[in-house]
């Protein structure tokens, strides 16, 4: 269930971002001699974004991807190989 809401607040969250880029395309249209400015979309846009934001809250964090696991293994023999240099220099 939790999954399920954290996904509506990313729906939220997305139309939010539709509102509020229709607001930047109504101040931009009133720039140009239209009609006035609509602040509706405006604080509906903000309204979703909280919404949004407190429905994702609720999401378990991400599991850890293994993307860079083969990287990872090369800076740790790296870092083992420059320990047991530095070691063998401190005993000469």
Known sequence: MKEFI?????FFFMM???LFMLFVASDINRAHGGEPTNYTYLCIAITLFMVGFLF???A???QAAD?????RKIQER???ARKEKAKAQQKK
């Open 6 to 10: 954290a996904r509506i607040g990313t």
């Open 67 to 71: 993307r860079f696991r083969y990287v």
């Open 16 to 18: 939010g971002i539709g």
């Open 78 to 80: 790296r870092e083992a």
């Open 56 to 58: 994702r809250r609720t």
């Open 60 to 62: 378990s964090p991400p």
